[in-house]
């Protein structure tokens, strides 16, 4: 695709000072910009970027949404209904850090991605290989495993983004090349199931910074990035924005 989706996740970050220093700056950015970009607050703050955003381009997220669609006795939960509800566009689905600390798993992941569907929310499905796994030469048959949830997916709405875990929060950018090959095989694989990859962003995330932002959005395939640390800094988040 050729307009490129930027979408800052703040991760267990914030509070509400500064949330609203953030955005203020956010909404500066030239009105091109902000058309393409997205921000993921904790869920604690839906509710204030919600209201912070209403009635500008910029895209609400949200980092997570439970598996259970309808209300009920899911104590702790935010359902996809709830988050349509605070005008969420957006749903991570699948970040590494929920697979890694929360033990999602493709079966749950499904379930997810079922409650954004029936939502009309546009997940991001997160998918990526470890470093362990990149060194046995298994990064493809690990990526082509978390696109596998995608089978059974029959929603339209969908941007998928690939975060190589070895790059997330570590400094350490993949490759160039690594990430056309990745993003290529994923728009293959995508195609081969049906789906129009020209249809579906894929975007890059994992260490993607102010000063290497222009080199990742010019690798053919690249779509857009997930933007993690560099998100809580305005003019570092800018840059990165007016990169795309
Ligand atoms: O969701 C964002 C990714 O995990 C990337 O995080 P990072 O930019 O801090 O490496």
Same mark, same amino acid.
């Given at each position: 695709?050729?307009?490129?989706?930027?979408?800052?996740?703040?991760?267990?970050?914030?509070?509400?000072?500064?949330?609203?220093?953030?955005?203020?700056?956010?909404?500066?950015?030239?009105?091109?910009?902000?058309?393409?970009?997205?921000?993921? %607050?904790?869920?604690?703050?839906?509710?204030? @970027?919600?209201? *912070?955003?209403?009635?500008? %381009?910029?895209?609400?997220?949200?980092?997570?949404?439970?598996?259970? !669609?309808?209300?009920?006795?899911?104590?702790?939960?935010?359902?996809?209904?709830?988050?349509?509800?605070?005008?969420?566009?957006?749903?991570?689905?699948?970040?590494?850090?929920?697979?890694?600390?929360?033990?999602?798993?493709?079966?749950?992941?499904?379930?997810?991605?079922?409650?954004?569907?029936?939502?009309?929310?546009? %997940?991001? @499905?997160?998918?990526?290989?470890?470093?362990?796994?990149?060194?046995?030469?298994?990064?493809?048959?690990?990526?082509?495993?978390?696109?596998?949830?995608?089978?059974?997916?029959?929603?339209?709405?969908?941007?998928?983004?690939?975060?190589?875990?070895? !790059?997330?929060?570590?400094?350490?950018?993949?490759?160039?090349?690594?990430?056309?090959?990745?993003?290529?095989?994923?728009?293959?694989?995508?195609?081969?199931?049906?789906?129009?990859?020209?249809?579906?962003?894929?975007?890059?995330?994992?260490?993607?910074?102010?000063?290497?932002?222009?080199?990742?959005?010019?690798? %053919?395939?690249?779509?857009?990035?997930?933007?993690?640390?560099?998100?809580?800094?305005?003019?570092?988040?800018?840059?990165?924005?007016?990169? *795309?």
């Amino acid at each position: 695709m050729s307009e490129k989706l930027v979408i800052g996740n703040w991760k267990m970050n914030g509070r509400t000072g500064r949330n609203a220093d953030l955005i203020a700056a956010l909404k500066a950015l030239p009105a091109v910009c902000r058309d393409g970009v997205g921000v993921a %607050p904790p869920a604690a703050y839906l509710g204030q @970027l919600g209201a *912070a955003l209403a009635g500008t %381009p910029l895209a609400l997220c949200a980092q997570d949404v439970s598996r259970f !669609a309808g209300d009920g006795a899911y104590t702790g939960e935010v359902s996809a209904a709830m988050l349509a509800d605070l005008g969420v566009r957006y749903v991570l689905v699948g970040h590494s850090e929920r697979r890694q600390y929360f033990g999602e798993d493709n079966t749950v992941l499904a379930d997810k991605l079922e409650a954004c569907r029936q939502s009309g929310l546009t %997940p991001v @499905l997160c998918v990526g290989e470890t470093l362990a796994e990149r060194e046995a030469g298994a990064a493809l048959t690990v990526i082509r495993s978390q696109l596998s949830v995608l089978e059974a997916y029959a929603g339209r709405a969908l941007v998928v983004a690939y975060e190589p875990v070895w !790059a997330i929060g570590t400094g350490k950018v993949a490759e160039t090349g690594q990430i056309e090959e990745i993003h290529q095989e994923i728009k293959k694989w995508l195609l081969q199931c049906g789906r129009g990859a020209d249809n579906i962003r894929v975007l890059y995330g994992g260490s993607v910074k102010a000063d290497n932002a222009e080199a990742i959005f010019s690798v %053919p395939g690249v779509d857009g990035a997930l933007v993690g640390g560099a998100s809580l800094d305005a003019e570092t988040f800018k840059s990165i924005c007016n990169a *795309a």
